[in-house]
């Protein structure tokens, strides 16, 4: 097979780092902003469990390495070969890095950027409205999750402008779209 390529990118090559964080932030308070409000609304009439500051920070750090998590559940579903790396970041954040050992179909690499928005943050809607008692939690979740996202939405914009039949590798630094010649 003779493949050449037609687009190697890195989106925070070509973002910015800064960009990308103040971006992201953005879009997190927007969507905490448009999701809260019409909730508070319907749920006017419950009151909230509170349980303190250190159960939701706790589950605040965590939401990265679960978002994290998520990307690779199409690519175990689909039995892709995957080198996982996991460390702390600062000493005390769990994180980890991964890479496909095969090269990915445009779809497939689709559906594994869009996994967390699909397994995520919907269900964190759906159940927002369902839990009334922990709607502002579960929004508040949802909204960093949708944070999260925001490269993901980058990479699918990518993705989506690459040839039909393309195939997708993980690069050290970012993605190569690779086509037949």
């Known amino acids: 097979m ?6 190697s ?8 780092s800064d960009r990308i964080y103040l971006m992201s932030l953005i879009l997190g308070t927007l ?13 006017q009439n419950h009151t909230m469990e509170e349980y303190g500051l250190l159960p939701i920070t706790v589950a605040l750090f965590m939401l990265p390495a679960v978002h994290k998590l998520m990307h690779l559940l199409p690519l175990v579903l689909l039995n892709k070969r995957l080198r996982i790396r996991w460390k702390l970041k600062r000493g005390i954040f769990p ?13 497939t690499s689709i559906l ?22 922990y709607f502002a939690y579960i929004i508040l ?7 999260l996202s925001f490269t993901d939405f980058l990479c ?3 993705f989506l402008l690459a040839p039909k039949k393309c195939i997708i590798e993980n690069a050290k630094d970012g993605y190569d779209i690779l086509i037949h010649k």
Do not use: D
Not at 2 to 7: A, D, E, F, G
Not at 31 to 43: E, V
Not at 95 to 107: I, V
């Open 95 to 107: 994180t980890f890095s991964y890479r496909t050992q095969a090269s990915l179909s445009k779809g």
């Open 2 to 7: 003779n493949l050449s390529c037609w687009k």
């Open 141 to 147: 979740f949802t909204s960093v999750n949708i944070a």
């Open 31 to 43: 969507s905490f902003i448009f999701l809260y409000l019409p909730a508070s609304m319907y749920h």
């Open 112 to 133: 594994m950027a869009l996994t967390p928005t699909l397994f995520l943050t919907i269900p964190g809607l759906v159940t927002s409205y369902m839990f009334p008692s």
């Open 156 to 158: 699918v914009r990518q």
């Open 9 to 16: 990118f890195n989106i925070t090559k070509e973002f910015g």
